[in-house]
């Protein structure tokens, strides 16, 4: 199944021929037991031809809950490495 995603935060500036939108959004992978990843996106339009185009978009996955797994995992192995030393 395809991710579902919603938009927490959108900041919009625009001028005449061009508009960008910034902010965060979050995705649901409905295939990984509906597992919510945040991200940070960022989108520049321009208006050329009588049609906005999307002229660049980014995307990063917000760094709050790698760093989280980060230190569950060392805790994990601190735990670990102080069993081995009391056996």
């Keep these: 199944s395809k991710p579902q995603g919603k938009i927490l935060e959108s900041y919009v500036e625009f001028g005449p021929s061009w508009a960008k939108d910034c902010g965060i959004y979050?995705?649901?992978?409905?295939?990984?037991?509906?597992?919510?990843?945040?991200?940070?996106?960022?989108?520049?339009?321009?208006?050329?031809?009588?049609?906005?185009?999307?002229?660049?978009?980014?995307?990063?996955?917000?760094?709050?809950?790698?760093?989280?797994?980060?230190?569950?995992?060392e805790e994990k192995m601190k735990q670990e490495k102080a069993g081995e030393t009391t056996q």
């Design 26 to 73: 979050e995705f649901t992978l409905r295939g990984d037991n509906n597992k919510k990843v945040r991200a940070r996106y960022t989108f520049v339009y321009q208006y050329v031809d009588g049609q906005w185009k999307i002229a660049h978009q980014h995307s990063s996955q917000m760094p709050e809950g790698l760093m989280a797994a980060a230190a569950a995992c």
